[in-house]
């Protein structure tokens, strides 16, 4: 059963207060923030990695046994960082690299939907399952 005229525009009323009063919360309601975020995680984790390496390396050089420990300490983390990361981090659906990572399988990206279809499909499943 569809909303009223009414109730949509009681939703729209909110959801336009809502980005009034704070946009920041509705953009990441919305998913957008949320990526941007996890890859600048993982891209700042990828950097940590190769920081770790040079430092075993240095420490290798130098003879400096914790120095190497450190790095290696660093390059453990930044890649469980990266890695777990990365997982969470959506996928182009056009994208070759992230498609060759998947391992050459084809999944199909979700289809992103809008606050206003989010929301009525929350309204329509609290009706459904009060009725039941």
């Not at 525009?9 to 990526?35: H, I």
């Amino acid at each position: 059963m569809p909303l009223s005229d009414h109730e949509q525009r009681m939703l729209e009323q909110m959801e336009q207060a809502l980005y009034a009063e704070d946009p920041k919360f509705a953009t990441t309601l919305e998913g957008s923030e949320l990526r941007t975020v996890t890859r600048k995680r993982v891209y700042q984790a990828i950097a940590g990695f190769v920081l770790g390496i040079g430092l075993l390396m240095g420490g290798m050089v130098a003879q400096l046994i914790w120095l190497s420990v450190v790095g290696f300490l660093i390059m453990l983390g930044c890649a469980v960082i990266a890695v777990t990361g990365w997982r969470r981090a959506p996928v182009q659906q056009g994208d070759p690299q992230a498609r060759a990572a998947m391992g050459g399988r084809r999944q199909r990206a979700p289809k992103r939907r809008s606050m206003m279809t989010r929301i009525e499909d929350r309204w329509q499943r609290r009706r459904d399952a009060r009725d039941e």
